[in-house]
């Protein structure tokens, strides 16, 4: 196993959570590398650490990784382990790890976390990210075996979160608002799929409608094919349909928010 660790929270930085998990880290793996995705998922918001997630690891060094959004700690909800081919997900079983151990090419297998000898000597009931999930991690990139951490699992009784709406009826994508992003873009669940059943090409106009409005927007390729403040719909670095403005802020300006549902047809 590479020694690289990435890590994913919802813990912030204004406190010392995150160094407090780097350091159980680095007493137990001071080789690791430890790569920090992300710590400002929105608290609590499982489906959006599961997004970025997903969207993130297939870009990542082979190794292990901690992702931690977990209203539930302390509960009866499990952590777990979940091995692809090439990488380790270390984490709550509450739906944040499957949608990225597919897209590292789907579940090989899965450990409940039960063995109290890899973790910190005390546990608490509210930091599972220190006394569990990093020192799993640390001990698996020096060498311990999935096997090791626990109790063999069925993948396929993981926590699953809902799978987002996504489909073409009539020449109208019917789909969801999947993540918005710190500019305010708004990435559908719509991907390259569904845009190819539209048959849209760069120039052409679609109707996006929400609960809350319609509005047309030039599909192109990138932000500056429109003038500044204007609205553009893109096929965005992840290979979903973003709905942006040139300079602003989509989101605000359509009231857009995660899970809203959205349908998009072209204009002809």
């Not at 081919?85 to 509450?94: A, E, I, Q, T, W």
């Not at 973790?119 to 799993?136: E, K």
Request: aromatic letters at 4%; hydrophobic letters at 45%.
């Amino acid at each position: 196993m590479d020694a690289h660790i990435s890590f994913l929270t919802d813990y912030g930085t204004a406190d010392g959570f995150v160094a407090a998990c780097h350091g159980v880290i680095a007493r137990i793996a001071p080789q690791a590398r430890v790569l920090d995705i992300t710590h400002d998922v929105p608290p609590g918001d499982i489906r959006r650490g599961a997004a970025l997630l997903a969207q993130t690891l297939p870009y990542l060094p082979a190794g292990v990784h901690i992702a931690v959004v977990d209203p539930g700690v302390g509960t009866a909800r499990r952590g777990v382990l979940v091995r692809t081919r090439d990488h380790l997900l270390v984490g709550p079983d509450n739906g944040l790890l499957p949608w990225a151990a597919d897209a590292l090419g789907g579940p090989v297998s899965a450990h409940e976390l039960t063995n109290h000898e890899l973790m910190l000597p005390r546990v608490s009931a509210t930091f599972h990210g220190r006394d569990v999930f990093a020192p799993i991690a640390a001990h698996l990139v020096i060498g311990t075996a999935a096997h090791q951490v626990g109790a063999r699992l069925d993948p396929g009784e993981l926590v699953r979160l809902p799978d987002p709406v996504a489909y073409v009826i009539d020449r109208t994508a019917h789909g969801e608002v999947l993540t918005v992003d710190r500019f305010g873009n708004v990435q559908t669940s719509l991907d390259t799929v569904e845009v190819g059943e539209l048959g849209i090409i760069p120039g052409d106009t679609l109707d996006v409608r929400s609960v809350d409005g319609e509005w047309r927007v030039v599909f192109g390729t990138t932000y500056g094919d429109v003038e500044l403040s204007e609205l553009v719909a893109i096929v965005d670095a992840a290979g979903y349909l973003s709905i942006a403005v040139n300079g602003g802020d989509a989101s605000a300006l359509l009231r857009l928010g995660p899970e809203k549902q959205v349908t998009v047809t072209p204009v002809r």
